[in-house]
């Protein structure tokens, strides 16, 4: 008897993606300095831990935020007890001045058209019900984020076409490729919904172009019933604020305010990865949609973020003092770690995709592949995890087109862990190297050998006699001379050889 629904037991949550198979393996051997100094690095884990001291002592030196008090008397009962889920209005009201000062005020943001959910994981998949029926598309550019599997699609029904993207032009998005998405869509018989990317991208750690969004903006506005969603939850990890555009800059700055297109561009965003507070669950849409915010405000039900985290996080994102200090540093911190971990591999030998931002770095290790095949990816990450003992997530796992890429994150630990895990990295390529060296070695000796043997034998050369009676046998047949083309074992038998031959006429 079937005791689960059809939709618990789906394969569609992505779980068996090597992304999550990783995680499953660090979960049970995880490195600890002290502990278990032996073993596997998460590698795997975008978290932002580089500034995590500049909130600690914050909340030291705001005690009143910190134990639920205003002006020093305590509000525990007020925030204890039953709150609208459209949260609190201190809250939205900071979270959307953060968002245009992330964006180094080029744009405001209205907090209306904010809807609170439990992370970034939420509000996407609220979008995708608000905008998508099941078997609708989404197109997203490759390699993309592996979570989207379980976010955009499992509950949904929710379709994703890829927009194949190549190492060729930096995985930029072009014209081409993104109509043979949309063309692709139509042969699978999916009625395309939206467009959904990641600005800065996840894995890449690039920000998208002012090109690649004009690309984007000209392709939904000839399209009218197509959405675009700009997850932008790493729009506060640019290593240079103004390399970054969002969509509401594009919308601004095309003149694209007062027509359609408006309510057809949504941004996802979270405190998760630039303020580095993951387990506080704090996620938002933004839409200029009223329809869009109405609903997903009745979905958000299902996952609400806790008064007393809205009223901690209103008190210190209302700190514009903090805010300020607290972007510019971790701009900051987030470049030094990210040098370090792309001349670490470097000095390696390997190289990186040339990024802005983000907690990873988009790495190519092609060159250390047995063979340009993902089967030959899959090989060397397995040897990565339980040899190395690195948790990376291999290209495959965010539907990398080209074998041999890797997200590496760099952010969610110490820089003493991040120089053992380059210190076992750089012995494995060099083990590596010795090995094929050796093998180099061995086959030139070999061919050497093999070239000195066949030289002392190439005169050689054999009439079998069977040949020689059938040249009796039919007079003007042509005889076989079979020249000894090969070097052979010691031990030789006349039936056990394969000869080279040549047809001489007589």
């Keep these: 008897m079937v005791l689960l629904s059809r939709k618990a037991t789906c394969n569609s949550h992505g779980q068996d993606s090597s992304y999550f198979l990783g995680w499953e393996e660090y979960e049970k051997n995880p490195y600890d300095v002290m502990k278990n100094p032996h073993g596997i690095i998460q590698m795997g884990l975008a978290e932002n831990q580089l500034c995590i001291d500049l909130l600690e002592s914050w909340l030291a030196q705001n005690t009143d935020a910190a134990c639920f008090k205003r002006d020093g008397q305590s509000i525990f009962r007020e925030l204890a007890l039953f709150q609208d889920y459209h949260g609190l209005s201190s809250f939205k009201n900071a979270l959307a001045d953060y968002m245009s000062e992330n964006r180094g005020n080029r744009v405001s943001y209205d907090s209306n058209n904010l809807v609170l959910t439990a992370g970034a994981t939420s509000a996407n998949e609220t979008l995708m019900f608000c905008l998508a029926d099941p078997d609708d598309a989404f197109l997203l550019p490759t390699p993309y984020y592996p979570g989207f599997d379980r976010d955009l699609k499992w509950r949904t029904g929710v379709e994703i076409v890829p927009i194949q993207c190549s190492s060729t032009n930096g995985f930029c998005i072009t014209k081409l490729t993104l109509e043979e998405a949309y063309e692709q869509a139509k042969k699978l018989n999916l009625n395309v919904k939206g467009i959904l990317i990641t600005n800065p991208s996840n894995?890449?750690?690039?920000?998208?172009?002012?090109?690649?969004?004009?690309?984007?903006?000209?392709?939904?506005?000839?399209?009218?019933?197509?959405?675009?969603?700009?997850?932008?939850?790493?729009?506060?990890?640019?290593?240079?604020?103004?390399?970054?555009?969002?969509?509401?800059?594009?919308?601004?700055?095309?003149?694209?305010?007062?027509?359609?297109?408006?309510?057809?561009?949504?941004?996802?965003?979270?405190?998760?990865?630039?303020?580095?507070?993951?387990?506080?669950?704090?996620?938002?849409?933004?839409?200029?949609?009223?329809?869009?915010?109405?609903?997903?405000?009745?979905?958000?039900?299902?996952?609400?973020?806790?008064?007393?985290?809205?009223?901690?996080?209103?008190?210190?994102?209302?700190?514009?003092?903090?805010?300020?200090?607290?972007?510019?540093?971790?701009?900051?911190?987030?470049?030094?770690?990210?040098?370090?971990?792309?001349?670490?591999?470097?000095?390696?030998?390997?190289?990186?995709?040339?990024?802005?931002?983000?907690?990873?770095?988009?790495?190519?290790?092609?060159?250390?592949?047995?063979?340009?095949?993902?089967?030959?990816?899959?090989?060397?990450?397995?040897?990565?995890?339980?040899?190395?003992?690195?948790?990376?997530?291999?290209?495959?796992?965010?539907?990398c087109e080209e074998p041999g890429w890797f997200r590496v994150c760099f952010t969610n630990m110490s820089e003493e862990t991040l120089k053992l895990a380059l210190k076992r990295l750089k012995k494995f390529v060099d083990d590596g190297n010795s090995k094929r060296s050796c093998q180099k070695s061995e086959s030139q000796k070999l061919k050497g050998l093999r070239k000195k043997t066949m030289s002392n034998v190439s005169n050689w050369v054999f009439r079998l006699s069977f040949h020689d009676r059938e040249a009796e046998e039919l007079n003007d047949s042509p005889v076989f001379i079979l020249k000894y083309n090969f070097f052979f074992p010691s031990k030789l038998s006349s039936d056990d050889v394969i000869f080279l031959t040549e047809n001489y006429p007589d």
Aim: net charge positive; glycine share 6%.
């Design 203 to 399: 894995p890449l750690g690039t920000t998208t172009t002012q090109t690649e969004l004009n690309i984007l903006f000209d392709f939904i506005t000839m399209n009218k019933n197509i959405h675009l969603v700009s997850d932008e939850i790493y729009s506060g990890t640019i290593f240079n604020s103004s390399e970054f555009v969002s969509v509401m800059e594009i919308l601004k700055n095309n003149q694209l305010e007062n027509t359609d297109v408006l309510n057809r561009v949504h941004i996802v965003y979270s405190l998760s990865k630039d303020l580095g507070l993951p387990g506080f669950r704090v996620g938002a849409i933004y839409s200029n949609d009223k329809d869009v915010i109405s609903t997903a405000t009745k979905m958000s039900s299902f996952g609400l973020v806790s008064s007393q985290t809205q009223y901690l996080l209103s008190s210190l994102l209302s700190d514009k003092k903090f805010t300020k200090n607290y972007l510019r540093e971790n701009q900051k911190r987030l470049k030094n770690r990210q040098r370090k971990l792309v001349l670490g591999l470097e000095a390696i030998g390997i190289k990186c995709l040339k990024s802005n931002a983000g907690l990873f770095c988009w790495v190519d290790m092609r060159p250390l592949l047995s063979s340009k095949t993902f089967e030959a990816e899959m090989d060397l990450w397995k040897k990565i995890v339980y040899e190395v003992k690195l948790n990376i997530s291999p290209g495959s796992s965010c539907h």
